[in-house]
């Protein structure tokens, strides 16, 4: 760990371009193996949507999730055209800018060898790499979401940026028109930017919200129009909402009216699904099933009939060897800053961004791919336990090797000397 530490002090430019070049060599190499095709049925909605807008400059009618997505796609389609394997090189160059975030985050956090641990620990993991080749709003949504972290996590011994709290909004507002769950992380960021007891800590909230609003506005205005109600971005969130199952043959129609008069149902639901979110193996992949395939592959050709996204004793025991150790180390780590003072402020901010999107998805439903978007920040965790973890192992273990002083007593008259 020390020749380590001291080479990436020695060079932390040349460190930081590794880190990017390591995992696009990874993510490049996996989607080769990936067949050119849509692996999940959702992908063939933006693809549609992203053509309509190039051809008529609409998403289109029958269109109702977020636009962000379809806008991104557009770009690409705009430059390579309609390519499915261009939608996934550009995503694996931004899986590898992602993976230089979070190193530059896990540097202003824990220093130079945390972020190169975090960088390094983002470029290899499984779950990191397989989003490259989801052609999902997940990839994109995540690295809008580290760059704003980034933008509220000052330089040591500096004071936070209004600029920076700004630019923060700006970007989690689009990541909102992307993944609609963001709303929550801007809640919850406000309350850490009120807790941080800044002066100026009202002024830092309104810029928070003040650019967030300059994105998601605009698009809540044209829903108004559309939809005749003010939509908070995504316009079936009420759909999601789980239905109360008052007895086996009694379903209500009304989902809010249901929870709202069985709150401990709903406690049981929410209960059941925080716990859910952390399950370390995925789950609850629709795609698992081969008539479910069969059936989209009918309806556009291009969703594989075949698919690795799927669970299975390999996923399986990938992704328990992977997360398990990553959420052990994420636990030392968050103990370690805790009792740092110093380090209280980002932690809270770490676990305010993880928690406030582990929250908002229980409410509704939880899955394995949900939780991705705020791996990130338990990859960053992980890396200051790893470091904390071999400084305490390197302390004892010198302390076990330290020479211990022989005491000497001579004994009168008997020269006789004793240690």
Do not use: D
């Given at each position: 760990?020390?020749?380590?530490?001291?080479?990436?002090?020695?060079?932390?430019?040349?460190?930081?371009?590794?880190?990017?070049?390591?995992?696009?060599?990874?993510?490049?190499?996996?989607?080769?193996t990936l067949q050119d095709g849509f692996y999940f049925p959702d992908s063939v909605e933006y693809s549609q949507a992203a053509v309509n807008l190039l051809t008529n400059g609409e998403l289109g009618k029958a269109y109702n999730r977020p636009p962000g997505y379809p806008v991104f796609l557009a770009g690409i389609y705009m430059i390579f055209g309609e390519s499915i394997f261009a939608i996934r090189m550009v995503e694996s160059v931004m899986g590898a800018l992602l993976a230089v975030i979070i190193a530059l985050i896990g540097k202003r956090i824990g220093g130079e060898?945390?972020?190169?641990?975090?960088?390094?620990?983002?470029?290899?993991?499984?779950?990191?790499?397989?989003?490259?080749?989801?052609?999902?709003?997940?990839?994109?949504?995540?690295?809008?979401?580290?760059?704003?972290?980034?933008?509220?996590l000052p330089y040591p011994q500096q004071e936070l940026s209004p600029k920076g709290v700004f630019l923060a909004g700006v970007l989690w507002g689009l990541a909102a028109l992307i993944v609609p769950i963001v709303l929550?992380?801007?809640?919850?960021?406000?309350?850490?930017?009120?807790?941080?007891?800044?002066?100026?800590?009202?002024?830092?909230?309104?810029?928070l919200f003040l650019g967030s609003a300059l994105t998601i506005v605009p698009w809540t205005i044209r829903d108004f129009y559309v939809y005749d109600?003010?939509?908070?971005?995504?316009?079936?969130?009420?759909?999601?909402?789980?239905?109360?199952l008052i007895a086996p043959e009694n379903v209500r129609e009304n989902k809010v009216d249901a929870i709202l008069?069985?709150?401990?149902?709903?406690?049981?639901?929410?209960?059941?699904?925080?716990l859910h979110f952390w399950r370390l193996s995925p789950d609850r992949i629709q795609m698992d099933n081969q008539s479910y395939r069969e059936k989209e592959h009918e309806k556009d050709g291009r969703v594989i009939k075949k698919t690795i996204f799927s669970t299975g004793n390999l996923i399986n025991a990938v992704s328990i060897l992977s997360t398990g150790p990553l959420f052990f180390f994420a636990i030392i780590g968050t103990a370690a800053m805790w009792f740092q003072h110093e380090r209280r402020r980002e932690l809270w901010l770490l676990w305010a961004t993880i928690l406030s999107v582990a929250?908002?998805?229980?409410?509704?439903?939880?899955?394995?791919r949900y939780r991705i978007p705020i791996e990130p920040y338990i990859v960053i965790l992980s890396a200051?336990?790893?470091?904390?973890?071999?400084?305490?192992?390197?302390?004892?273990?010198?302390?076990?090797?330290?020479?211990?002083?022989?005491?000497?007593?001579?004994?009168?008259?008997?020269?006789?000397?004793?240690?």
């Open positions: 760990m020390k020749s380590f530490a001291n080479a990436v002090s020695r060079n932390w430019r040349w460190t930081v371009f590794s880190i990017f070049s390591i995992a696009l060599l990874i993510r490049v190499a996996f989607i080769l060898v945390v972020g190169a641990l975090a960088g390094i620990l983002w470029s290899i993991y499984p779950i990191g790499v397989f989003i490259a080749g989801l052609v999902y709003p997940t990839g994109i949504m995540t690295m809008l979401l580290a760059c704003g972290v980034l933008c509220l929550v992380i801007i809640g919850a960021t406000s309350l850490w930017l009120i807790w941080r007891g800044q002066v100026k800590r009202l002024v830092l909230v309104s810029l109600q003010i939509v908070a971005v995504e316009p079936r969130v009420v759909q999601h909402l789980p239905r109360m008069e069985h709150p401990g149902l709903f406690a049981a639901h929410f209960g059941s699904e925080f929250v908002g998805y229980s409410i509704f439903y939880t899955k394995t200051y336990g790893l470091r904390e973890t071999w400084l305490a192992l390197a302390r004892r273990l010198t302390y076990g090797m330290a020479p211990v002083k022989a005491e000497v007593k001579v004994e009168a008259g008997a020269g006789e000397v004793r240690g």
